[in-house]
C-alpha cells in the first residue's frame, strides 16, 4: 500500500510540476517570432512603401503597405503567431492580384518591431495599425477590411468591435484560445491555466459588420468546428468560404476556389 502512495504522491507532483510549467512557460509556448525578415515584396514583383509608426504605449512598429491601381478597398492584414510579415509574400500577392492595397503589420517583438508580444499588447498594435492608414493615409473606415489569419483573426475581431470596418475576415481562426488549448492539451486544466484569452467568438456577437469566415476541413491544427462556431455567432451578413488543405497552405491549396471566395465577399461589401 505504501508503494502505491508513494506512486501516486510522485504522479501527483510531476502533474502539480507539469501545471506550473505550462503557466510560466505560455509566452513561449504562444509567439514564436523571427526577427529577421527572410524577403521584400519587391522580390516578388510586388510595390511597397517601408512603414514605421507608433503605438499608444510607445513602441515603433513596422509594416509594408502593398498599393494596387485604382484599388477601392484597402486590406489592414494580421498574421499568425510565428515568424513575420516576410513569410505572407503569397497572401500579399493574392490581394493584390484582387486590385487591394495591403496594410501589413508586425505585432512587437516580430520582425523590424520593437517590444516583446502579448494579448493586449497585440490590440493595441492592431489599434495603431488602423490609425496610421486613418491619420497618415487618409483611408475612409468604409474603405478597409480587416483580414486576420490564425491568431490574427483574434486581433482583427477585436479591433471591429473597436472601430468600423467595411468587412471582416476570419482564416483559420479559433474560437478562443482556452477552446483551442482544450483542444489539444485535454489532459490539463487548460481554461484555468490560460493567461491568454483571444476570445474571437465574443467579438464576432458584438459585431454588425459584414463577415467573411474561412477555414479548412483538413486542419489539424484549429479544427473545423471553430470555424462553424464563429458562423454560428456571427451576425449578417455573412459568409462561409470552405477550404481544402492544411492550417499554413490551405489558401495555397484551394487555389482558384480561395480567389473567387474572397472575389465575391469584396464584391458584395462595394
Known amino acids: 500500500m ?7 504522491a510522485f504522479a501527483a507532483a510531476c502533474y502539480v510540476f507539469l501545471l506550473a510549467i505550462t503557466f510560466l512557460l505560455q509566452p513561449r509556448l504562444m509567439y514564436f517570432p523571427i526577427t529577421r525578415l527572410q524577403m521584400i515584396p519587391t522580390q516578388v514583383g510586388l510595390p511597397y512603401e517601408d512603414v514605421n509608426f507608433d503605438t499608444r504605449d510607445g513602441l515603433r512598429l513596422h509594416g509594408w503597405y502593398i498599393p494596387a491601381q485604382g484599388a477601392s478597398h484597402t486590406v489592414l492584414f494580421f498574421h499568425g503567431n510565428a515568424g ?19 496594410f501589413i503589420i508586425d505585432y512587437r517583438g516580430y520582425g523590424n518591431s520593437q517590444g516583446s508580444p502579448d494579448e493586449h499588447g497585440t490590440y493595441q498594435d492592431a489599434l495603431a495599425a488602423w490609425e496610421h492608414l486613418r491619420r497618415q493615409k487618409q483611408i475612409k473606415p ?5 483580414f486576420g489569419r490564425s491568431l490574427g483573426g483574434a486581433v482583427a475581431a477585436w479591433l471591429a468591435t473597436q472601430v468600423n470596418p467595411r468587412g471582416l ?10 477552446d483551442l488549448g482544450a483542444d489539444h492539451y485535454w489532459f490539463l486544466p487548460v481554461r ?7 476570445d474571437t467568438q ?6 454588425s459588420v459584414p463577415v467573411l469566415i474561412v477555414h479548412s476541413r483538413d486542419d489539424r491544427i484549429v479544427s473545423f468546428h471553430h470555424a462553424q462556431n464563429l458562423y454560428a455567432a456571427a451576425n449578417p451578413p455573412k459568409r462561409f468560404l470552405e477550404l481544402r488543405g ?25
Open 2 to 8: 505504501s508503494v502505491i502512495l508513494g506512486t501516486l
Open 84 to 102: 513575420n510579415i516576410s513569410h505572407r509574400l503569397e497572401s500579399l500577392a493574392i490581394f493584390h492580384r484582387l486590385g487591394l492595397n495591403t
Open 142 to 146: 468604409g474603405d478597409i477590411i480587416l
Open 169 to 178: 475576415i476570419l482564416e483559420s481562426t479559433f474560437t478562443s484560445l482556452p
Open 192 to 198: 484555468w491555466l490560460s493567461r491568454y484569452h483571444y
Open 202 to 207: 465574443a467579438r464576432l456577437t458584438a459585431l
Open 246 to 270: 492544411g492550417h499554413n497552405e490551405g489558401f495555397v491549396v484551394s487555389g482558384n476556389a480561395y480567389m473567387d471566395g474572397l472575389r465575391q465577399f469584396i464584391a458584395s461589401l462595394r
